[in-house]
Nanobody, 125 residues
Framework: VQLQASGGGLVQAGGSLRLSCAVS????????TAWFRQAPGKERELVAG????????YYADSVKGRFTISRDNAKNTVYLQMNSLKSEDTAVYYC???????????????????WGQGTLVTVSS
């Protein structure tokens, strides 16, 4: 399965961006899909994700109420709508997918086998 992330850019604090992750090679069905981010000098962290069944959505506490993950199964694409952006949201954002990950590991980036190339989000204050 291949993932292609896009939609990053430069935005002022308080602004919005929508990231897209186009998945090819497999359908999203049965895959846990997630957005992670990595700021300079920091470890990669979970932003938001779907469980393998798609029935469970989870967010990092730092983005709850501001970010929304969604997906379009017909387009095989996962989105991350980011509102009320803050300077601390600046990072490279990655989408990830895996079809064998267990629920207790959803937040652990090391457990995902498939990754997109990353898209840079820069929030200016």
């Amino acid at each position: 399965v291949q993932l292609q992330a896009s939609g990053g850019g430069l935005v002022q604090a308080g602004g919005s961006l929508r990231l897209s992750c186009a998945v090819s090679g497999r359908t999203l069905r049965g895959y846990a899909t997630a957005w992670f981010r990595q700021a300079p000098g920091k470890e990669r962290e979970l932003v938001a994700g779907y469980s393998r069944t798609g029935g469970y959505i989870y967010y990092a506490d730092s983005v709850k109420g501001r970010f929304t993950i969604s997906r379009d199964n017909a387009k095989n694409t996962v989105y991350l709508q980011m509102n009320s952006l803050k300077s601390e949201d600046t990072a490279v954002y990655y989408c990830a997918a895996d079809n064998s990950i267990i629920q207790s590991s959803y937040r652990d980036y090391k457990q995902y086998d498939h990754w997109g190339q990353g898209t840079l989000v820069t929030v200016s204050s």
